[in-house]
Nanobody, 125 residues
Framework: QVQLVESGGGLVQAGGSQRLSCAAS????????MAWFRQAPGKEREFVGG????????LYADSVKGRFTISRNVAKNTVYLQMNSLKPEDTAVYYC??????????????????WGQGTQVTVSQ
């Protein structure tokens, strides 16, 4: 199993940037494909971006494409979500997720096996 801990959330103004981190521990980090999801109040959890085990493929939701970038550092057992040009509609709890299917770069919540506790991102106007 792998344990995931997110950090880096907080309050940011619209148009600003923020970077989220997800530290993994437990089983070998490179054995997993990773993803970020988010969930706003009253809404379902939605896919934001995903990255394969090797980092060679990344995919994004249309709503964040061109603004968000997912990356991973195997030496640090960490996956990142760089968020630029933030909008109020990006406000949500952001979750890191992992799957044993190492080539997965996109999917729904049911496609991922392990989850972090989430970190709140609030974008003010």
């Amino acid at each position: 199993q792998v344990q995931l801990v997110e950090s880096g959330g907080g309050l940011v103004q619209a148009g600003g940037s923020q970077r989220l981190s997800c530290a993994a521990s437990g089983r070998t980090f490179s054995s997993y494909a990773m993803a970020w999801f988010r969930q706003a109040p009253g809404k379902e959890r939605e896919f934001v971006g995903g990255i394969t085990w090797s980092g060679d493929i990344t995919l994004y939701a249309d709503s964040v494409k061109g603004r968000f970038t997912i990356s991973r550092n195997v030496a640090k057992n960490t996956v990142y979500l760089q968020m630029n040009s933030l909008k109020p509609e990006d406000t949500a709890v952001y979750y890191c997720a992992a799957t044993n299917l190492i080539y997965r770069a996109i999917g729904g919540p049911r496609d991922y096996d392990y989850w972090g506790q989430g970190t709140q991102v609030t974008v003010s106007q």
